[in-house]
């Protein structure tokens, strides 16, 4: 069965790049959740999107922005890189008839340098 | 502060042997949930426990769930070494208009010898 796809699976910056990180929900998931997860750390909710309009936002910094396209997948675009915005970013999607259980990729392990 | 909290951080048993892991909360919640997350890897869903549930089983899994005393426990029986990994807890809160988030506790580190 097709799962959550997340690209790219590893991404390395310099301090004050920009990085975009993409989802791809599972097939007919309308709604995107994006996670953060510093090293050691649980996951903590950036934002969601339930029909390509954001639904929910978490402690996602100014420096990001998101968005959800037509075809659903998403985008989560980060910019003035920070050092400590090294982490590993989730993405998980779910059914808005059926949203109490999330489905996730396997993540991007951004490395800010 | 985090909605979920467990404990322990960290656990060790043997291979056969039961491992529990607790996990509290501090809000209403719609349901409960149990992630696992092997080694910078994806988190994997395991079981999910609704807020009028006290007790729920999924093959070696057993969930309970207090809501008086807002805490859970994840019992993993006959443990093997390929349980080895992270566990985490979520709630989900009552639904509010499209609010969905999960929050997750800090989770705990299993570690399954052979």
């Known amino acids: 069965a097709a799962g959550v796809i997340q690209s790219p699976r590893h991404l390395i910056k310099e301090k004050r790049e920009t990085a975009t990180l993409k989802c791809y929900p599972i097939?007919?998931?309308?709604?995107v959740y994006w996670y953060q997860q510093g090293p050691g750390q649980d996951p903590q909710f950036l934002i969601s999107?339930?029909?390509?309009?954001?639904?929910d936002k978490g402690s996602i910094p100014d420096r990001f922005s998101a968005q959800q396209f037509s075809d659903y997948h998403s985008e989560l675009n980060m910019s003035s890189l920070e050092l400590g915005d090294s982490a590993l970013y989730f993405c998980?999607?779910?059914?808005?008839?059926?949203?109490?259980?999330?489905?996730f990729g396997s993540g991007t392990q951004l490395s800010v340098l | 502060s985090q909605q979920g909290e467990e404990d322990p951080q960290a656990l060790s048993i043997q291979e056969g042997e039961n491992a529990t892991m607790n996990c509290s909360y501090k809000?209403?919640?719609?349901?409960l949930q149990w992630y696992r997350q092997n080694s910078g890897r994806g988190l994997v869903h395991l079981i999910l426990?609704?807020?009028?549930?006290r007790e729920k089983h999924s093959g070696r899994l057993r969930v309970t769930l207090d809501t008086s005393k807002k805490s859970s426990s994840l019992l993993i029986t006959a443990s093997r070494a390929a349980d080895t990994a992270s566990y985490f807890c979520?709630?989900?809160?009552?639904?509010?208009?499209?609010?969905?988030?999960?929050?997750f506790g800090s989770g705990t580190q299993l570690t399954v010898l052979p």
């Open positions: 998980a999607s779910s059914l808005v008839g059926a949203p109490e259980k999330l489905f």
């Open positions: 809000t209403s919640i719609n349901n």
């Open positions: 979520a709630t989900l809160a009552p639904l509010v208009g499209s609010a969905r988030q999960l929050t």
């Open positions: 426990i609704r807020s009028n549930e």
């Open positions: 999107f339930y029909e390509k309009m954001q639904s």
């Open positions: 097939p007919r998931h309308d709604t």
